[in-house]
């Protein structure tokens, strides 16, 4: 493959990486670097510090003081307004620029750009969105209960410092849902980018100052899940952690997090189902659930319906379609505007996919297509050929288990309640897609499914709206109103006004 990481980063132009604590970027004290390999060739892109717990400290305190002593929470709502619609429009400016820097860093092709909630835009658009809730944080006035007159108010306050940790696979959308409300709360922040994804979140970092954000206020410290983010998320003086990541690392963060009884949300893993209903077209169905598990990401994406749960009157024709597409996808440089997918992220995640095909085959399940490497130039990359399982029993581990990877597992089924419970037999429940004709069929089968977000016929991430898993696919919601309010405290001051109350 014609991939040359270095013209591109010369193209880009990508700088090895740098901590940012207190406004200024610098190496880690032990001077340990890591360097990024890039999944499609294993070239080497770039190197970053990687903080242990003496840079971690430091950030920390720094966002400590940016808090307490200000002046980012006490702001004036209007110029904090100001400030994240100017850093909205720096992002969409800087579109072209952070997308080629993306794509040296997690290998997601800059063809994917042009899905909404995989853009620059998306990001902008959640920084607009929370801008907005700033001058309307109110809290609310309230009555006396047991007579006598009294003034009672609630008010919603900033929660402090803030950690957030961030995966590798959709830096634009999850930077942007984390920092913005906090921003918008008035919190700081010590940001944690993935070790696979940093170089493109150092750079959306660095135009903070550039809209006016003060030094201290976000701080980023690169490197790995030890000993970086096991240090923040330690850390005594962190009030919040807000984690999007595995369930594995979102449960380590709950037992660690409950010495201090930090403020916790977590947007973990998911098996979601696509539930095909024999009244729907089945082959626009398999087109999308298996787009989902292909196209852009390769199935590397939190809410892809990675499980599609399909009525046996329609079965034969979901699958076709859902091959026509396995067949339809194209690997390389992600550079090429032709490349439409991206390799798995890492080595290791290259051979858990692989095993997953291995047990998929050993546990019965019938391998339509894919599963295997391709040869030739692509072999130096972490690819895999997209996966169909069709004969899935849902007790499989290729059905329970997020793969996140150009698998779908295809389980077949004859009724709407057989449909329900298959869908709900997971431990997680992040998302779910219903693909019907009938509108009752639609709100009925929603209602019943123990999942964080369902699309009907089809699927959406938008900034104002609420996104979030039930079960073990995390706690809490990111997006619109709920995401703001959770990096707030809501406090009551009362006062009596006669003698009466005292
Ligand atoms: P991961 O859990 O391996 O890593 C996430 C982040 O946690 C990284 O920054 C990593 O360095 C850090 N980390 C690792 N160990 C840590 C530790 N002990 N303490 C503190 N931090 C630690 O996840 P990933 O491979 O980057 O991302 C894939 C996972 O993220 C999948 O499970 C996917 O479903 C999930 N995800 C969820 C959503 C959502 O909104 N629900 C969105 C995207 C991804």
């Known amino acids: 493959m014609s991939l040359t990481v ?16 207190d406004g200024q ?35 920390v305190r720094a966002a400590r003081r ?58 902008a658009d959640v920084f607009d969105h929370h801008a907005g809730w700033i001058d309307k944080a109110g809290g609310e006035t309230l009555p006396g209960y047991q007579g006598g007159e009294h003034l009672a108010m609630t008010l919603r306050e900033p929660i402090g410092v803030a950690a957030a940790i961030l995966p590798w696979n959709a830096p634009f959308l999850l930077y942007a849902q984390k920092i913005a409300p906090a921003l918008a709360a008035g919190c700081t922040v010590v940001l944690k980018p993935s070790e696979y994804a940093t170089f493109v979140v150092l750079r959306m970092v660095e135009l903070l100052a550039d809209a006016g954000v003060p030094d201290g206020v976000v701080n980023v410290v690169t490197g790995t899940g030890e000993p970086t983010g096991g240090a923040l998320i330690g850390h005594e003086l962190v009030d919040k952690i807000s984690f999007t990541g595995s369930r594995e690392v979102g449960k380590r963060i709950v037992e660690v997090s409950a010495a201090t009884l930090k403020r916790v949300s977590l947007e973990l893993g998911g098996k979601s189902p696509a539930i095909v209903f024999p009244d729907t077209d089945a082959s626009l169905a398999g087109m999308t659930a298996m787009g989902m598990v292909t196209l852009g990401l390769s ?37 090429d505007p032709a490349v439409l997918s991206s390799p798995l992220i890492n080595d290791k995640q290259l051979h858990r996919v692989l095993g997953f095909v291995e047990s998929g085959k050993q ?19 972490n690819f895999v050929n997209p996966a ?14 997020e793969i996140f990877g150009p698998v779908l597992s295809v389980v077949p089924f004859s009724d709407e309640d057989e449909a329900v419970r298959l869908a709900n037999d997971t431990e997680y429940g992040l998302g779910a897609g219903v693909f019907t004709a009938d509108a009752q069929r639609a709100f009925r089968v929603s209602r019943r499914l123990r999942a964080g977000t369902v699309g009907i016929n089809g699927f959406q991430v938008e900034p104002h709206l609420p996104f979030g898993g039930y079960k073990q696919s995390g706690l809490g919601r990111e997006g619109g109103r709920s995401s703001f309010e959770s990096y707030t405290e809501l406090k009551t001051v009362l006062m009596p006004l006669t003698d009466e109350m005292m």
């Open 6 to 21: 270095q013209q591109h980063r010369a193209q880009v132009g990508l700088q090895d990486g740098s901590l940012f604590v």
């Open 25 to 59: 970027w610098r190496q880690a004290r032990s001077g340990k670097t890591w360097t990024h390999l890039h999944p499609a060739t294993q070239e080497p892109v770039g190197t970053f510090p990687v903080a242990d717990a003496e840079d971690v400290d430091e950030a």
């Open 66 to 123: 940016a808090f307490d002593e200000g002046p980012w929470p006490n702001l004036p709502a209007g110029q904090r307004v100001k400030i994240l619609h100017r850093y909205a429009d720096l992002l969409r400016e800087n579109a072209d620029e952070l997308r080629g820097l993306q794509a040296l860093d997690n290998g997601v092709p800059l063809s994917f750009g042009n899905v909404y909630a995989a853009s620059v835009d998306a990001a």
């Open 299 to 335: 199935g590397q994406g939190c809410v892809v319906c990675s499980r599609a749960l399909v009525h046996r009157d329609v079965y034969d024709e979901f699958l076709t379609a859902a091959e026509m597409i396995a067949g339809s996808v194209t690997y390389g440089d992600p550079f």
């Open 363 to 381: 546990d019965g399940a019938r391998l339509i297509t894919g599963g295997d490497r391709p040869d030739g130039e692509l072999g130096a990359g």
């Open 388 to 401: 169909i399982f069709a004969d899935v029993d849902n007790k499989m581990s290729i059905a329970q288990q």
